[in-house]
């Protein structure tokens, strides 16, 4: 969770999946201005003082040495898998992921040169067809699904909720896999507002700071909310 | 010089009048490592039902101008959950605990407060009158002072805990009700619940939460709060008045103080920063300093009205 001195308002901290961390406490998040949060942390100057609350949650899996891990990234949904490729990168494992990363056109995929110097074996979508195959990103995913076809495989996943719905129905069918890094309002970051509840099967709700942010597919997806409980309050 | 911040008021000693506000501050336990408990003046717990409850459908909260709306709907473990697995932790916390209660019906709030009344490291209760009474149409229990004295004093029955109780601002006379409140012999008031409202993404034309209607907190609420708190003061009702409402600063906290509050609670500010509540106790103690003020009761009420 991160603030600026903003004041009054915006009042409530950001959730930001870290991009990098260390050396030290050193750390990076990756942004794209969606709001005024967003705004200000854009025009935030170097030096400026921020309020960090982390790191919080859960991450993906740790890669295992028969598996190959299908990073499906989208847009601003970079930030975990590109962690998770880097944390590869260092340890000489890269032969057990791709990147496949998507966006709607060719400014929306960045951090490339960095990913290359990585050696991550890259799979670029846009759906302007400026970058990388035309169309979206869970096309690029099903040709990758296909190539590794009879080979344990597993999805690993960030990045708008449609793309992450469609990648987990496509691991569903094809039986493999998949853990989601979910974004949803949070206030806190601590499971105590519990505004960021998610309809789950395990449980009526679980909550993406507090139990995820990435969660098992089988268990998130397709679940319609519990019915109301009685005397609805207001808060 | 020394500054006194203890304060005995609504039947309980506090070390310091910074409280946290239920439903801000989970069971105390999430925020262990992220402040000091024990130098809290108290705690409240979130809302405990007679039975554990999940939440309302999503989207549950959305931030608006210096505050936010949420709709939770009292997602709770119930009370047998809050004895076995909740109080342990409470009882060696190091700082006074409340527990804000409530109820779909009379009975359930008679049966919760009960309950709750029997559990030894709970030093108060405060009750939650903002939901909607299902056999009166769904208008909040809080919200008739007649309705609101009933209750109030069919709890009193049964609980022996100071007792709190918590007022709904949805209202158009908060004298009314706090009377009611102290004709039923409770010990306190806690002055306010969230403000009720709504909002609405103009590109989706949907409203932003599920539940439509929502509970307003956060500093864009703090001048109802501190109206409320003062006309309820300025009535003299008889009972000590715990102020809530858009707290983020020690300033904040001396404003209610000089409105007719005791004690005031923190909400909103706690999903800022975890330590706001702490932050606010350091900041009260210098700021008395400074400005030569012994003891923190002499604050109260201390409006100047010419």
Partial sequence: MIRGAWGRDPLLPRAFSLLSAGPGSSAEILAKT????????????????????????????ESRPDTVDLLVAGGVGLPPLYMVGATSAARGEVDRLEMLYGGRRAVDLVLLREMEAMRLPLFLTTESGELGQAGLVTKALEARLDHHRGK?????????????WAVARIARDRGVPCFLSLEEQMACGIGVCLGCAIPARSRPFRYVCSNGPVFDAADVLDVSEPPAPPAVCAS | MSVRLEIETGRIAFRN????????????????????????????????????????????????????????????????????????????????????????????????????DRLDGVDGLEMN?????????????????????????????????????KLTPNTSDIV????????????????????????????????????????????????????????????????PISGIGGIQDATDAIEFFLAGASTVQVGTQSFVDPDASGGIVRQLAERLTADGITDVRELIGALRVA
């Fill in chain 1, 34 to 61: 969606v709001g005024r949060g967003t705004a200000l942390l854009e025009r935030a100057l170097p030096g400026a003082e921020l309020d960090v609350l982390g790191p919080l949650g859960n991450s993906f899996p």
């Fill in chain 1, 152 to 164: 344990p495989v597993r999805i690993l996943s960030c990045g708008p909720n449609p793309m992450l």
């Fill in chain 2, 17 to 116: 009048p910074v409280l946290t506000a239920s439903g801000t501050f989970g069971y105390g336990k999430e925020f262990e490592s992220l402040t000091d408990l024990g130098a809290l003046g108290g705690l409240v717990t979130k809302g405990i039902s007679p039975k554990p409850r999940f939440g309302n459908s999503t989207p549950r909260i959305c931030e608006t101008a210096s505050g936010m709306l949420n709709s939770i709907g009292l997602e709770n473990v119930g009370v047998e959950g809050f004895e076995r697995d909740k109080l342990p932790f409470l009882r060696a916390c190091g700082t006074r605990v409340l527990v804000n209660f409530f109820g779909a019906t009379f009975d359930e709030y008679i049966d919760c407060g009960a309950r709750l």
């Fill in chain 2, 129 to 165: 009158v903002s939901c909607p009474n299902i056999k009166a149409g769904g208008i909040e229990f809080g919200t008739d002072p007649r309705v609101l004295r009933d209750l109030v004093r069919a709890c009193r029955e049964v609980i022996r805990k100071p007792l709190w109780i």
């Fill in chain 2, 176 to 239: 009314a009700l706090a009377r009611s409140c102290a004709d039923a012999g409770a010990d306190g008031l806690s002055i306010i619940n969230t403000i009720t409202g709504m909002a609405i993404d103009a590109r989706t034309r949907k409203p932003k939460i599920a539940t439509i209607f929502a509970g307003l907190s956060g500093p864009a609420i703090k001048p109802i709060a501190l109206r409320m708190v003062y006309q309820v003061r300025r009535a003299g009702v008889p009972l």
